[in-house]
Each structure stands twice: as structure tokens, then as C-alpha cells.
């Protein structure tokens, strides 16, 4: 089975940054495109960015330049680095495979920023 | 960017009813770039259609889909008591990729 997971979610001071970490299992890791997700009360669903496969030129794309997606294929694992973090920034980060639609998603790991 | 705008915000139904789930685009979607998840309490997302009208995998045929253009709805033909949960569109034909604030199904 497909599985994700998230960690290094956790409290952070405004002004901080923070990198999580998704590892995945259950499938060929480097040939898919992967995505970040955020989920707040006020703000719902919101997307992040994703990676490319390394054979699909493996750059990014993202939705705000604070955040910087990227991924080790030999760990099967992705990355979010987030700078700058904001009170607005609170929230349950989920990596989901896909770069469009999102097939998989891990259970998610929570982002609390507060000083 | 595009927004969508999900109506209604809840819909309160009885097991074995049908609920209609509607998803506004402010502009057109021009490719069938959309995608429609269920989202149940302290769970993540689940992709339940893609490019409009594809069905992931497991999901029941009581569930389908219609639209063009700047409208698209979630059909659920006889609800079954696992199907109440929130239901999100989201569109990926211009970056940022968007999703809807979502409908909530519950249980009348």
C-alpha cells in the first residue's frame, strides 16, 4: 500500500522556520511528483507547491516563495522548508503524491506558530 | 488565481436521500482539470474524482459528477452513513492550484 508520513511539525516562534519531512513507502517514490498541502480552520485547504520526478525535469513550483519543496530520491523521502513563519502559518501540513490531483496523502503533521 | 466557491456550506440530509453538491469557478476551467476529495474528522483528503469525471479508486458508483465550464457538482445518489464527511473541489488548471471552502454532509 501507498503510505506517506509526515514529520518535524511542532511550535515555532514567528520569525522561524521550520523543515518537514514525508516519507513515503508502497511505491516507485522517484518517479512521481509530489506535493505539499496545508489545512487551517479559517483558510481550508490550501496548496503549496510541488516537485517534479526527476525524469520530468524535477523543478518546482510553488504558491508562495517562503516555501522550498524538495526531495531525496535515494531516501525516498520530501521536503518543505518554511522561512519567515507567520501566526497565519498555524496549520496540519500534509505531502500528497501528485503534482496536479492528489492521490495519497500522509496523516499530516501540525505547524503551531505562536511566541 | 482561481477562487471556488462551494454551495451550500452544509447540507443536512438523511441516509438514503441524494445530496447535490455544487463547485462555482470565477473563471472558466477550459480543461477538465478538476478534482473533487472527502475529508472525514481527524483524517486527510481523499481523492474521490479527477480530470472531471474520473473515478479514483474504491469509490462507489453512487457517487458522480457533472459539469462544464464554471460550474461542477458532486452527486451522491442514496447516501450511505460513510459518505457524510466534507466534500472539497479543487481546480489545477492555473497555478496556484485552489480548492473550494468546502460542503459538510451531515446526518439531518
Known amino acids: 500500500d501507498e503510505r506517506l508520513v509526515e514529520s518535524g511539525g511542532g511550535l515555532v516562534k514567528p520569525g522561524g522556520s521550520l523543515r518537514l519531512s514525508c516519507a513515503a513507502s508502497?511505491?516507485?517514490?522517484?518517479?512521481?511528483?509530489m506535493s505539499w498541502v496545508r489545512q487551517t480552520p479559517g483558510k481550508g485547504l490550501e496548496w503549496l507547491g510541488h516537485?517534479?520526478?526527476?525524469?520530468?525535469?524535477g523543478t518546482t513550483d510553488y504558491a508562495d516563495g517562503r516555501f522550498t519543496i524538495s526531495r531525496d530520491d535515494s531516501e525516498n523521502t520530501l521536503f518543505l522548508q518554511v522561512n519567515n513563519l507567520k501566526i497565519g502559518d498555524t496549520a496540519v501540513y500534509y505531502c500528497?503524491?501528485?503534482?496536479?490531483?492528489?492521490?495519497?496523502w500522509g496523516l499530516g503533521t501540525l505547524v503551531t506558530v505562536s511566541s | 488565481e482561481i477562487v471556488l466557491t462551494q454551495s451550500p456550506g452544509t447540507l443536512s440530509l438523511s441516509p438514503g436521500e441524494r445530496a447535490t453538491l455544487s463547485c462555482r469557478a470565477s473563471?472558466?476551467?477550459?480543461?477538465?482539470?478538476l478534482a473533487w476529495y472527502q475529508q472525514k474528522p481527524g483524517q486527510a483528503p481523499r481523492l474521490i474524482f479527477y480530470?472531471?469525471?474520473n473515478r479514483a479508486t474504491g469509490i462507489p458508483d453512487r457517487f458522480s459528477v457533472s459539469g462544464s465550464g464554471t460550474d461542477f457538482t458532486l452527486t451522491i445518489s442514496r447516501l450511505e452513513p460513510e459518505d457524510f464527511a466534507v466534500y472539497y473541489c479543487?481546480?489545477?488548471?492555473?497555478?496556484?492550484?485552489?480548492f473550494g471552502q468546502g460542503t459538510k454532509v451531515e446526518v439531518k
Open positions: 500528497a503524491s501528485g503534482g496536479h490531483y492528489f492521490g495519497t
Open positions: 508502497g511505491f516507485t517514490f522517484s518517479s512521481v511528483w
Open positions: 516537485i517534479k520526478s526527476k525524469d520530468a525535469g
Open positions: 473563471q472558466i476551467i477550459t480543461s477538465p482539470y
Open positions: 480530470d472531471v469525471s
Open positions: 479543487q481546480q489545477y488548471v492555473t497555478s496556484p492550484w485552489t
